[in-house]
């Protein structure tokens, strides 16, 4: 299930939060790390989704750092927590990615 901008109401790149996500990612349903629940396709803006496609995974995590919640996850745990918790995620994604991802319609 895509994720959106509580405030806009659109939809964002489930990767860095960015907006405009062009591409969806098929996947299934999984549980991160705390439990909670991801549900289906995720959906990724161009610039995550050439990363993706390219293998890029360092530069993927990096990019994931920029989402608006994620300086509050370092301030509370610390950098390096934060970064294990978004390469496991990301880790969950490639294993219930489910086909190709296709070019949503704009």
Request: charged content about 25%.
């Amino acid at each position: 299930m895509p994720l959106f901008n509580h405030m806009t109401g659109a939809t964002i790149c489930d990767f860095c939060s960015g907006a405009n996500p062009l591409w969806r990612y098929p996947a299934a349903t999984f549980h991160d790390s705390f439990g909670s629940k991801s549900v289906e396709d995720w959906l990724a803006c161009e610039a995550c989704h050439a990363m993706i496609e390219a293998g890029d995974r360092e530069g993927l995590i990096e990019r994931a750092f920029r989402c608006p919640g994620i300086p509050l996850v370092v301030a509370m745990r610390g950098r390096e927590w934060a970064r294990t918790y978004v390469v496991d995620l990301h880790k969950r994604f490639r294993r219930n990615r489910r086909g190709q991802p296709y070019r949503m319609a704009s």
